[in-house]
Structure formats: C-alpha cells, structure tokens
C-alpha cells in the first residue's frame, strides 16, 4: 500500500488545484518547482562550506556548487559527489537540490559538487549530457583546487539526473579518461521508450503522471529515434560491464520504477556490482520531501551511507 504520510501530500495536491507540469510552460514550471520545494523539503543543515563556482566547457561555463561537510578542515582532501539533479530535463536547478545535496555531503562526509546543467526545450539532447561530462571533468581536473581526491570521484543523481550519471558512467568507461569509482542512482530514468509495466501502472495519481513524462520527453527529445541512443536510453547500452558500483534505489509507486530494477539487473549481470533497495511504499521524488515524508530521510541517510562506503580510503 501507498505510504500514509504520501497518500496525505497527493490528497493535499489534489485539494489545492496544484497546476500539473506538463500544464504549464516551461519557464513557469521552473519557477513553480522552485518555489514550491520549500513546503516538502526540510530547512536547508548548515554545512562546513559552500561555493558557487563555473566549469569550463566547450559550450560555454557551468554553473556549479561546491559543498563540504561541516567539521572538516578545509584542507582535508575529501571524496567528491559530482551530482545532477532531477526535474526531467526541463525543471530544476542548484536551488531546487541544495538540501539534498548538503544532507548527502554532511552524511557522507564527502564533498559534493552540484550540476547546473543546460535545460530543454531550449537545450535538447544531447545538451545536458554534454554539460554532465563536462563538469565531472573539469572536477577531476581541478581536484587540487577543490581539495577533493581524483581518484575517489562518484556521479549521482535523482530522475533524469540519475539518467545523467549513469550516462556519464558509460561514456567515462567509452573514453577512457574519467575513472570514476561509484555511481549513486535514484529512481532513474533509463529507457526513453517508456514501455515499462510500471509507465502503465503507476502511470496517473502518483504525482510523476504519464502526461508529465511525455512533456518532459518531448521537450527533450528532438527526434524519436533519439530514445534508442543509449546516451539518452542508458539501459539500452550493449555492454554493461566494467562500470562502477552502484547504488540504485527506486520507489515502489514510480512510473519508472521498473526501468530503475532493470538498469540494476543489467548492471549485475554484466558482472557490475549493483545494490538495488525499492521502497515500495513510496512515488517518484520523495527523497527530496523529508519534512512530510519520514522514509526520505531513511533513503537519503541510506544514500549517504553506500557513498560513504564506496568511496572509503
């Protein structure tokens, strides 16, 4: 059954007319998503430093976010969370993601530098796959700086961030050059075809609606053959070995919950190691609502604890 305290929050929705995403325009989501987060998410904890910074890239600069745990020198050299945040595509930005990420790095006792990647409809595919690399890069690259070990560097993400990083996991294995040592997946979105059973089930009044995946795809996507390049569609990779380990998690009332379970089957069977935990009671993007939903602070705890693990000395 639909945890309580979700099934409250949907009611809660349904009672005050709260617009759909895929209702309004882009520029509008962005900022009703942003403005709205303040009523689910938890006050933001203190952490030992932040910075907004830029990487560099061929397509122009990325805006970043440093954080760092609180009661660590400032000198220590700290593993380092590279992040992207979910909102398909479309919706989303540092704002939108800084308590979770400052909850992951004080957790974790890791650094965690956060992604602010390019947006559709006004930057498609492969858009913000390319910022994604980029900036995990550019992290490597200027780990000295940043006071970060380059050898202990994990991508993460939640939605289509988590497509991101276990696109970018593939693509640093492709090329060679950016050794990465866990992968942090959240409910990811894995297979744009949108197929799955759970598209079908969990399709409408969980909160992430078919219609809302549809707008979010098809701001991104520019042209449907796109949903079987594996940049775009990271299940459908042929070869899934010799990755980093990951963590997925996904949520038992998700329209993408199944594509998270594959993902994670596809990755043990090509010998990758892969934890996989379901909260079964739960809907797409309850780890970001810790003020309303307990079990997001066990998910996010549990997050921190399998990086912490991962990326030990």
Known sequence: MLHPQAQALLRLIEDKGVPPTHTLAPPDARAFYRERRTFTQPDPP??????????????????????????????????????????????????????LCRQLCNFSGCAV????????????????????????????????????DAARVA?????AGGNLAAAVALVAREQGDLPLSFQLLVYPATDQRRGAPSHTTNGQGYLLTRDSMDYYHDHYIADRSQDLDWRASPLLHADHGNLPPAFVLVAGFDPLRDEGVAYAAKLSAAGTQATLVNFERQIHGFITMGRVIDEANVAVRMCAAELRQALRP
């Open 46 to 99: 203190e952490v030992g430093a932040v910075r907004d910074l830029e990487a560099q890239s061929p397509a122009g600069p990325i805006p970043l976010r440093s954080y760092r745990p609180a009661g660590v020198s400032a000198e220590a050299l700290l593993p380092v969370l590279v992040y992207y945040h979910g909102g398909g595509w479309v919706i989303g930005d540092l704002d939108t993601h800084d308590v």
């Open 113 to 148: 530098v956060a992604v602010d990647y390019r947006l559709a409809p006004e930057h498609r595919f492969p858009a913000a796959l390319d910022d994604a690399v980029a900036a995990a890069r550019w992290v490597r690259a200027n780990a000295a700086t940043l006071k970060v």
């Open 155 to 159: 991508v993460g993400g939640d939605s």
